[in-house]
């Protein structure tokens, strides 16, 4: 059974200029680890950092500082750890971007200048015109395919993710969408061109894109514990649905900060990376308007950094002057100022204070540890000494959902009055049945979803 949970996470990767570092080692099997002074950090500032995530209480829940390489700063919030799988959202739509250019690489796509219509040759098109005949592989890298598109995180009709969702062929349903307007005229964000660049490389390589990005990518940067939704034609979704660790996804980010490199290969090539991370579409409307948009990342206005950025507020930050990589996710959307791009490419960023060692300094050091601690620290364990009135009423009834795009059927609770710590809570979804266990205690109980991740549940009761 797939339980599609919003959960809120982001991927920012910030980086400027092209030139790529010169690393001393690649963790490609495990990290090192490095105090931040020892890479030209200030930890005092790292720490004033984690200090404000924690006053303003943002949802961000796990944060990683590499510089030159090295980690130098890591932190969990309860329950997070770093085995946990987050799920990267739109950070997606720049992992697949990048098998594009590994792909072009290959051989097996002649450039950007393709036609998207003659890629898909084999297909029945509908609505083709000669707008849609000129659409272009780079016009679907930069979001201008000119389709029309309502990108609504709703359940309502009219969104296209809602309809695409009950589509049997997501490929076919992007490719037989209306046209708009003409295509590289006009930026518009739209998540089912960046799943057509999935089925690009299907359609290209004959290799499923999964099994591509497995041999080609991950297995390269020595990432093997992932998972990768797929649409209903067994594609890995281009547009979103990768969950990894923060640590891989950090690996990930060092790649572009490399120019592509790792371990002495050119993985992806590097003015690939260069076209991608730089602006290509300018887009207009309030929302993202502090950023260009590249191939399929988002770039800072004034050329400082780029990012990879997940619904929820995943990033990863790459800031190439400074050498430095910054890996956030989230629970939620995040409030504005308080942002995961925001504190990774000020607060953290403004830690650098030198290309070169610094003195190492024991207090900031002991500052950035209890800042971490508090940071990641449980809540209190709430004792449960009976089970309140309501819970006896509601138990083991079925409450049901209206139509929603997730196909969520029902729900119901089931209290035991032999363990009141927990309650078990069962969901039917698309005439599937699974159950699960929710903490009441004040402590999140740990359920294993084999297609989507860790589904992690707690309650309480409110007056």
Known sequence: MKIKILLAMVITIVLTGCAS???????????????????????????????????????????IVVKNGYIVAEAYRYPYTEASHNHFFSCTKSVTSALVGIAMKDGYIRDEEVKVKDIFAGRNILNMDKRKES?????????????????????????????????????????????????????????????LLSGIIRETTGIKTGDYARERLFNVLGITDYFWQTDPQGNVVGGWGLWMKCRDMAKFGLLYLNKGKWEGKQIIPAGWVATSTKKQMEDRSSFYQPYDYGYQWWVDKKGKFYTAWGYGGQIVTVIPDKNLVIVT??????????????????????????????????????????AIKIFGAEPEIISITEIPQPALEISNKTFTFSKNRYNFESF??????????????????????????????????VNQVIDNGPFLLKGHWED
């Open 329 to 370: 996710a989230s629970m939620l959307p995040p409030q504005k100022g308080s942002d995961p791009i925001t504190i990774a490419s000020t607060l953290i960023a403004n830690a650098v204070k030198s290309s070169s060692p610094l003195p190492e300094n024991s207090e900031k050091r002991n500052q950035l540890a209890e």
């Open 21 to 63: 570092i010169n690393l001393d080692y690649y963790p490609t099997n495990a990290w090192k680890y490095s105090t931040p002074e020892a890479q030209g950090m200030d930890s005092g500032i790292l720490a004033d950092s984690f200090t404000f995530m924690i006053k303003e209480k943002t949802a961000i829940n796990s944060m």
């Open 412 to 445: 119901s609770l089931q209290f035991d009055p032999e363990n009141l710590s927990t309650a078990c809570v069962t969901f039917r979804q698309g005439g599937d049945e699974d159950s699960f266990i929710m903490g009441l205690d004040n402590r999140y109980r």
């Open 135 to 195: 659409m272009t592989l780079k016009d679907l890298l930069t979001m201008s395919s000119g389709l029309e598109w309502k990108e609504w995180y709703d359940n309502s009709a009219a969104s296209s993710m809602t309809q695409i969702n009950q589509n049997d062929d997501w490929i076919q349903y992007v490719l037989n969408c209306v046209m708009d307007v003409q295509p590289g005229t006009k930026f518009h964000y739209n998540s089912g061109v960046s799943h």
